[in-house]
């Protein structure tokens, strides 16, 4: 009796200590995988506070979120994390997603033509703005131009005139309806058919069947809400310092293509919502329909662009991606819905490039792909133009000097040597205000917007350039002159 007694204790007492071994183990494979996700954290910490310092960067702020909770959150610079950005062209996204909520309640078709809601819309020929429908305008497939986007709005002319002023002017090339073309313009149009079929504001739409239910209350779409809150302090470069604090001005109807302003931690809620469409028990707002929509590419026309989101591979992974850009502002946000992974990146500089690097760097991390080094060299060869301007306006001073000190000598130089350098001299200056805004497709008033550093050194180097040409000419000291 006592041995089976025995027994049984020993069995028992086994039994103990092997849950108490499974435990202990459960418990040091967890700490294990808590010690590497702050590994990564802390990698991913560093790997953004030296791109941060590398560009100079005033303030950088990076959310990562995955399906059930943001996982990091963190801001480098003096800036606190609650701080309010404008997010730029990540805006769209809110606005194609305001539509088709619109769609869904039977209030407008995505498939119907633009003008069944503003009778105004109207190219050059209205045979081509007939066939634009809503959807076109939502894949940037309407033909509408680029550039057509980069105007502001006047306020002193009715804002209906002023789209169909613009739209009178359109005549896509080739019959370039269904092709892709990115256009700020087609958001804006959204925004202003958004207000038409509801009855209500852009903002107090997005507010009422967004932001609210979402929980996004530190996300506005008016710029009186946003001052009120209050935006981060933001800046321009100056060579490669960001030196020239900015005011970010902008009109309410250019909100829908590119002025919402948010933070880092309502964005990862917001991408967070996104990648849980399919739950309908968390998700009363954007149900599985919806985000297939909003993530699905104009693929039959060679587009990657869905609705406010950029479809396209990174290394195996499929990846929805969208970037912002203002005066003074540049974000990134993007989705890797196979990882269930969302990241927001924003600064309070304009520096898109930047925030591009660090989302590929933090996929690199999180991912566990090779590491790559990011080349600096676009970002100082392009800040390094007012010195190369600097030092056309210091031949021309000292040309002009000389000239004075000759007393303006003056000649018509006949010689054919002089002729040809005057030729290639004008076309010099000139190629610099011509090629640029062809090369950027933008124009030359937005570049001087949206990069002052860049815009006016082009403007310089024309004008000195050609002067200094003009000068060489007909300067009656050189040789060859009549």
Known sequence: MNVRQNARKLNKSMKYRKLIILIFALLFW??????????????????????????????????????DSILYLQNFGKGEIDDLYLIGSNSKSFTALAILLLQEKGILDINLPVKNYLPWFKYKSSEQSDNVRIIDLLNHTSGIPRKSGMYEPNSNIEIKEYYADILEQI?????????????NLNYQLLGLIIEQTSKKKYSELLKNEVFEPLNLNKTFATKNETEQYGLIESYQYLLYFPFLKKSVDYNDYTVSSGFIASTAENMCQYLKVLMNAKDTSQNLVVNQNIANQLFKP????????????????????????????????????????????????????????????MADGILRILTDKERVEYSKVGFYLRNSLPLFALWVLIVLFFRIKQWIRLKFPIGINKGVLSNMWLIIGVAFGLFWVIYFPVAFNTPLFAIIDYEPNSGYSLITLTIGIIINSLIGYFNKTRKHFA
Do not use: C
Request: charged letters at 25%.
């Open 171 to 183: 005549s896509p090339k080739n019959n370039n309806i269904g092709n892709y073309e990115y256009s």
């Open 30 to 67: 967890a700490n294990g995988i808590s010690q590497n996700r702050q590994n990564v954290f802390n990698e991913i910490t560093e790997f953004i506070e030296k791109e941060r310092k590398s560009y100079n960067i005033p303030n950088v702020v990076v959310g990562i979120t995955n399906t």
């Open 298 to 357: 104009r693929v039959e026309k060679g587009s990657a662009y869905g609705m406010g989101w950029e479809i396209r591979k990174w290394e195996e992974f499929e990846r929805f991606k969208h970037d912002g850009l203002t005066q003074s502002f540049s974000s990134s946000m993007l989705i890797l819905p196979e990882l269930e992974i969302g990241i927001v990146i924003m600064t309070n500089v304009n520096n898109l490039p930047s925030t591009i690097e």
